[in-house]
């Protein structure tokens, strides 16, 4: 049957990915949308099967989630191997960035943390292979399309793989907000780097804690004296971005 995507960004970036093959695009054939159109013709161009549905079919299809009068059915996430991954970035000739998720289990926040990874150039998303949310049709939308171009591994043990990566020439950063951890905006981010966010409520796992080179903070004036997992991820990857730009 393959995975379901819904949301007209979400379909259309997914129809133009390369990461999983389209294999059915249902359409609300009450629905006279320009926006719909553009996915309807996009699908045509890459000759996709187009199946015109009622608005109830797509209603049951996502569950009560908001779909715009579209669906996309795609094969399953195929994630990537370690070496793989590591390829991908080899053949790039670019600064290295990639982001490891220990243990985000809302999938609002996997795809935010996806979109924002793919926004800031990032190679890969890693994540383990228990305790982790599962890239549902939740996530892809949240995601606004980036999974659909956003490689993505999952690894047995997140330490092992990160003691790899540095051996490979990166930096690995954990996110946290206890005292004593860098400001993230007076760190060198600016070589091959491994940022690193633990999961919504408890954060990084100690033995996670313990095999990266530092631990970086978000500076805040305001009253509230944390952020979320996707937000701080966000500022932390584009923070990398801009020092590996200059």
Partial sequence: MGALIYGINSVLESLKG????????LIDRSSASPRLAAVRDEATRRRVTISLVSRQELDQLAGGERHQ???LRVEEVASLDLEDL???????????????????????????????????GCQGM????????SITATAEKASAGALAH???????NIAR?????KREGFWVFGLAGESGALNIFEADLSGHIVL?????????????????D??????????????????????????????QVV
Avoid at 126 to 133: A, V
Avoid at 196 to 208: P, S
Wanted: net charge positive; glycine share 10%; charged share 25%.
């Fill in 150 to 156: 956003l490689p993505v591994c999952r690894v047995t």
């Fill in 214 to 243: 530092n631990l970086l903070s978000i500076p805040m004036r305001g009253q509230v004296s944390s952020l979320n997992a996707s937000v701080a991820g966000g500022v932390a990857l584009f923070e990398v971005l801009r020092q």
């Fill in 69 to 71: 009068g579209v669906a």
């Fill in 161 to 165: 793989t990160l003691d790899l990566l």
């Fill in 18 to 25: 390369r990461q999983r093959k389209a294999l059915e695009l």
């Fill in 196 to 212: 690193v966010i633990g999961d919504e409520g408890k954060g990084l796992r100690d033995n996670v804690r313990k095999h990266c």
């Fill in 86 to 120: 590591l390829n991908i970035w080899r053949g790039s000739d670019k600064k290295g960035l990639f982001l490891v998720l220990d243990g985000i289990t809302d999938p609002h926040n996997l795809g935010a943390l996806a979109r924002s990874a793919e926004a800031s």
């Fill in 126 to 133: 890693i994540l383990p292979k228990d305790r982790s949310c």
